[in-house]
């Protein structure tokens, strides 16, 4: 019988879900080759090349995340960082949501107090502050 810590099979197929969600960039990021341009990875992905890039020849807000995570797929974390720090971290931040989805499809631990502290206002306007930053970063290196 469960208890208020564990949650049903309902509760562990969305931790499954969510397990694979987060692992599907990663595994992505497998099959890529980051650009040695450090921005550009999405293309072998059959998109265009970035219309930022193509009207200001300067980088886009997201610019290098493909990169970045196709870096950090291969277990090449400075090189991540280097080219896109916040495409660094949502590859680290991917790989940790899916372990906790694994946690939670295998064991039916509760996650939601988690959640709840990593979505709240203040967790999200850090985020942004760190996007932006990052953004700035690759601006500055362009």
Known sequence: MPNDRTISLQGRFAGL????V???PLL???ALHPSADGHGT??????P???WVIAFNKPCPTCGMTTAFTHAAHGR???ALTDQPMGALLAVVSAAVFWAGVHTAVTGC???RLVRTVLAPRTL????ALAAGAWGYKLLTW
């Open 22 to 24: 987060a692992l599907a």
């Open 17 to 20: 879900t969510i397990a694979l």
């Open 28 to 30: 992505v990021g497998m």
């Open 42 to 47: 999405h293309t072998q992905l059959g998109m």
């Open 125 to 128: 306007w850090i985020a942004a």
């Open 110 to 112: 509760r996650l939601d």
């Open 77 to 79: 974390f400075i090189a």
């Open 49 to 51: 090349a970035c219309g």
